[in-house]
T-cell receptor, first 110, second 113 residues
Framework: KNEVEQSPQNLTAQEGEFITINCSYSVGISALHWLQQHPGGGIVSLFMLSSGKKKHGRLIATINIQEKHSSLHITASHPRDSAVYICAVLYGGSQGNLIFGKGTKLSVKP | DTAVSQTPKYLVTQMGNDKSIKCEQNLGHDTMYWYKQDSKKFLKIMFSYNNKELIINETVPNRFSPKSPDKAHLNLHINSLELGDSAVYFC????????????FGPGTRLTVL
């Protein structure tokens, strides 16, 4: 069983729709990271959070440490949001490493 | 300026060869990492390294070895390449060990024929 589970694995949406990607983890963590991987392969860090909520443009990330759950929301989705979104958790304290989810492939149709 | 750079971007080679992938970061970070992304897009840590400690994922074959000539570089050497080594390899760096503030390089797609 993966320690980090993402859902859904694949998501197709129409432009303008509100998108939610979920991440659940089974280990105690220090913090959580949302990453975006574009079709060309490059990985970009979106958010790093350990509590509450963060917002950047149309992207919102929330985390509930007690429930071991995080969500990434995209408002007013656009085709350029099409990418793989990866959740990663920092496990093992300050010297720990990231454990990655398998990613959610998002495709936004015009 | 590129924060984390990798060379080459693409590497095609024959089984049994020895190859290296270079990684450089200009962020002044203390810790660097190598990740392998398999065909199913799953990322796995291979190594993390700062000037004090090399942490190796126990599942990584000893044909893989990181070499750090200085704090800004962490190169990945692979000996006796095998077909299963074909993957995309990502380098990353962070300010301190264990930090989530990791910056990723663009990746190197390795194809072993």
């Amino acid at each position: 069983k993966n320690e980090v589970e993402q859902s859904p694995q694949n998501l197709t949406a129409q432009e303008g729709e509100f998108i939610t990607i979920n991440c659940s983890y089974s280990v105690g963590i220090s913090a959580l990271h949302w990453l975006q991987q574009h079709p060309g392969g490059g990985i970009v860090s979106l958010f790093m959070l350990s509590s509450g909520k963060k917002k950047h443009g149309r992207l919102i990330a929330t985390i509930n440490i007690q429930e071991k759950h995080s969500s990434l929301h995209i408002t007013a989705s656009h085709p350029r949001d099409s990418a793989v979104y990866i959740c990663a958790v920092l496990y093992g304290g300050s010297q720990g490493n990231l454990i990655f989810g398998k990613g959610t492939k998002l495709s936004v149709k015009p | 300026d590129t924060a984390v750079s990798q060379t080459p971007k693409y590497l095609v080679t024959q089984m049994g060869n020895d190859k290296s992938i270079k990684c450089e970061q200009n962020l002044g970070h203390d810790t660097m990492y190598w990740y392998k992304q398999d065909s199913k897009k799953f990322l796995k840590i291979m190594f993390s390294y700062n000037n004090k400690e090399l942490i190796i994922n126990e599942t990584v074959p000893n044909r893989f070895s990181p070499k750090s000539p200085d704090k800004a570089h962490l190169n990945l050497h692979i000996n006796s390449l095998e077909l299963g080594d074909s993957a995309v390899y990502f380098c990353a760096s962070s300010q301190t060990s264990g930090s989530l503030g990791q910056f990723f390089g663009p990746g190197t797609r390795l194809t072993v024929l």
